[in-house]
């Protein structure tokens, strides 16, 4: 925004030797701006506000922090109202880098968008829109157990990914005494989720009969996802391999 005087912007001396000059000062001021926006529920993670997307979070702490063109620190905080909307007002002009505008975490839910960003006034504008994006939080679940449907408790599992922000997420969880497992509170992640087994925390006596390793996919805000692992004793797989030995040779002998 263009600074503008609110003194004369010159001023006349009659210089002599040796006179000093005190009191002769200039004041200049800047059109006020405001900061304004949304928090909104962002239900496919790619941080753009859409048309079906009409949710906002209330309630959610944001603050202005920095320094005024004028040398003065400047700290604002505020709450989103009903809708999900804030706006900061009479807001002076920083000096550098600009000010620091941030949404704090929001229980339930994890950003989509950077949470925090820097803010610079235009030479024109004198309202600046900025909105902050938010996903319900994931969970991924299920059960480790045999064929026979019996658990398998004290089995540890892992997931791994990388947040939409990018943020690395890593996680662990271990199976209850009925095999259940749970990852909750889960940033919407970028690409895919992977969830392993810690085969040391497994049994030598089981096999799996699936994959050890699973690959888990989100695609909305706030969804849950259930996968299960299953497991053979080793003995039950290696007597059905003899015994599909056993009918082979008898095959054989016949002919």
Known sequence: PAITFTTPETITLSVSDGHIFEDKNFGLTTAPEEIMGEIF???NGNAIREKSEDEG???ALLMLQGTSVFGTPLSRSMLSD????YAFEQV???????YILSASEIPGYAPTSLPYRSILFGESEDTLEENFS???SVTVLGTVHTDAGEALPGVTLHLEGTSVIGDPVTRKATTDSEGRYSFENLPFPRGEYTVSIDEETLSEDFVALDESTQ???ISRSGEIVERD???????RIEGKASMEEYEEDEEYEEN
Not at 92 to 98: D, Q, V
Not at 229 to 235: E, I, L, N, R, V
């Open 41 to 43: 529920v962002d239900t």
């Open 57 to 59: 979070i209330s309630g």
């Open 82 to 85: 009903a809708k999900g909307k």
């Open 92 to 98: 002076p002009a920083p000096i550098g880098e600009g």
């Open 134 to 136: 938010f996903a319900k």
């Open 215 to 217: 690959l888990i996919a």
């Open 229 to 235: 692992f299953t497991f053979a004793a080793a003995s």
